[in-house]
């Protein structure tokens, strides 16, 4: 037996048990299992996003299984004194090669199985599908606008068929970082009073979310008026 292949044994032991007792009805469901892809139109990558959470406890381990049988995470709480994890976000990269991270993650129903420090186990599924939704239109401000009055209200051209939007303006110099889930219906969003500083340059995406959960942003900057 390889070297390699020995060092793999005890997560592929620890992956089959987790699987074994989802199946058998024995492990309870997961706070949170989704997966979903995502898009930046502006610079023309993607990426897939993970995210679990479990219940109280925190997680000792977690593992996630493709449709094709891949483990494409396998996470280990090093030691329980930690007190393991509970919540996790994975992101893969952001290559610009839709077809080849379609490839990486093919659509279909992506299992979740974990167990937490004191060793009940919990399962998910999440089902991943390729279908990104249009891109949203800046309607105010108006892309790399400069002179852009407060209070501002930003406003979009609305994406039929979303099931929501997100949000995202920031400024890192300042410190200012917003971001904002908002419904199918919303179509403007008002920035609070007091957040824009004058003569400041700001970063603003605007995601369009599908009914499936992708996201298709779309981003510019705009300057406020002196």
Known sequence: MSRRLR????????????????????????????????????????????????????????TVVSPDGRTVIDFRAPDSSTLGIRQF?????????????????????????AATISGEMLSGVATLSHALPATIGFAHPAAKAEGVATPLEIRWQPVEGASGYVLELENDDLGVSLKASLPATASSFRVPEGLLAPGSEYDLGIGS???????????????TAE
């Open 209 to 223: 979310v599908s009914p499936a959960g992708n996201i298709s942003f779309v981003e510019t900057s705009f300057t």
């Open 89 to 113: 976000e994975f992101e893969s990269p952001e290559p610009s090669d839709v077809a080849g991270l379609r490839a990486a993650y093919p659509e279909g129903e992506y299992r979740f199985t």
């Open 7 to 62: 060092s793999w044994l005890p997560g592929l032991l620890a992956a089959a048990l987790l699987l074994a007792a989802a199946s058998a009805g024995l492990a309870k469901e997961l706070g949170t299992a989704k997966v979903r892809f995502e898009q930046n139109a502006s610079d023309g990558d993607v990426e897939v996003v993970f995210n679990a959470k479990g219940r109280r406890e925190g997680l000792a381990k977690l």
